[in-house]
């Protein structure tokens, strides 16, 4: 019960941007489980699994899960080369597991979207935007501290492989998988991950130069994520795929790009979510001067 309070938390605090309580409680729920198992240990062998080992199912249990969410804050500090490594790290935690099918898609289509956002820019001008000073590293490769300079994080993140741009099979393949899972929401990061290889396969284009056949599929792919994220109530996700789809109607019908961020503006303050509601307010007065 502890341990799952302490996850839902450091969910909380991430889908807020606040980046010191998430890895706060991250760390604590990390030592409540070392605390409490013997570990971290192997998986369960047979004689285990029969019958039954509390220390080998807690951290089992919880693993998979604690390296998403590391990714999604390593992500959130602008680090795509450690957030890449928790996400792998969680797939083959989760590799066989019935438990945590929906953790492993998680993982595997949130390093497919660092990678593609990765592949659409250079990683020093992805980087160069880490200007204020965050947490999780003191130049070492798995080692933390509290507040280290941008220069240390900098520093740390080399620790970790360079990314490369995914595959066309790496993204059909992932697609595949969330479209045959049951969960809405899932089946709309799937839309939203070929929206965004679409748009990414061809970075020195104008939207002004894309055919207008790519642009159709690209909004067709936004528009279906935006119904299933509606109809399953994710109103997370849903503000994020309104944030992209303001992205492309912004130089065809900036009148609609216009009310497609005001909403997305109005839910992302309902959610608490700072750090994609201040990305709005900045797109509204850097493109509206409002």
């Not at 604590?28 to 570990?39: E, P």
């Not at 390296?67 to 797939?91: H, K, T």
Request: glycine fraction near 4%.
């Amino acid at each position: 019960m502890r341990a799952q309070l302490l996850l839902e938390l450091v969910n909380v605090a991430l889908s807020r941007h606040e980046l010191d309580e998430a890895e706060d409680r991250l760390v604590q729920l990390i030592t409540y489980l070392r605390n409490t198992s013997v570990g971290p240990p192997a998986r369960p062998t047979s004689s285990e699994s029969e019958h039954g080992s509390a220390e080998t199912t807690l951290w089992s249990e919880f693993a998979p899960m604690i390296c998403l969410l590391a990714g999604s804050l390593a992500q959130a500090q602008l680090r795509p080369r450690r957030a890449s490594a928790s996400y792998r790290a969680a797939i083959n935690l989760a590799e066989g597991d019935l438990n945590h099918v929906a953790t492993s898609l998680a993982a595997r289509a949130a390093d497919l979207a660092a990678r593609i956002g990765l592949a659409a820019d250079s990683e020093e001008a992805y980087m160069s935007s880490a200007s204020a000073p965050t947490s999780m590293s003191n130049g070492t490769c798995g080692e933390t501290q509290k507040g280290p300079t941008t220069t240390t994080l900098e520093q740390d993140e080399e620790c970790w492989p360079a990314l490369t741009p995914p595959s066309s099979s790496e993204v059909e393949d992932l697609v595949a998988a969330l479209s045959k899972h049951s969960t809405a929401a899932l089946q709309a990061v799937g839309h939203v991950i070929v929206a965004c290889a679409e748009t990414s396969s061809a970075p020195s284009q104008l939207p002004s130069s894309s055919s207008s056949a790519d642009i159709s599929k690209t909004k067709n792919h936004l528009k279906i994520a935006l119904e299933l994220c509606t109809s399953a109530h994710d109103n997370a996700l849903r503000v994020e795929v309104l944030a992209l789809m303001s992205a492309l109607y912004m130089y065809t019908a900036p009148a609609h790009a216009h009310l497609i961020l005001r909403r997305a503006k109005e839910l992302a303050k309902e959610l608490g979510a700072s750090g994609l509601g201040a990305w709005i307010v900045q797109q509204l007065i850097g493109t509206f001067h409002l």
